[in-house]
């Protein structure tokens, strides 16, 4: 909302790319990742790794927010914990059958709750 806003009052100044997404302190494995959403979704994540020869990837990746940070202060709302908590809670429930505008709508207001 508030890139929308700036681009509204100032589209020349605002215009370009921009990344929104967590700082270097919450850069963790997948590994880690995958432990996580597995704790607030349950044992019955199913995990598979590819041990196949693929082409090279990045063993990094990582946005930088330091553009959204400066010019829109912007910052980070939830950590990793509650972040994956919030995806798993949705996709359980998701699977459960509840609708996924309804999901998404309460979840954006939770989250515009605890933002304030």
């Not at 270097?24 to 349950?42: D, E, L, M, R």
């Not at 010019?71 to 996924?100: D, P, Q, R």
Request: charged share 20%.
């Amino acid at each position: 909302m508030m890139l929308a806003q700036a681009l509204y009052s100032d589209y020349e100044n605002f215009t370009g790319a921009w990344n929104f997404g967590p700082d270097q302190a919450s850069c963790v494995p997948v590994n880690t990742i995958i432990n996580i959403f597995q704790k607030f979704y349950g044992s019955d994540v199913n995990v598979e790794y590819d041990i196949a020869i693929n082409p090279h990837e990045a063993k990094l990746l990582m946005l930088d927010n330091s553009k959204s940070r400066q010019l829109l202060g912007w910052e980070i709302k939830y950590g990793l914990e509650e972040t994956f908590m919030n995806t798993a809670h949705w996709y359980k429930e998701y699977y459960e059958h509840v609708s996924a505008s309804v999901l998404t709508i309460n979840q954006i207001e939770s989250f515009i709750g605890a933002a304030e």
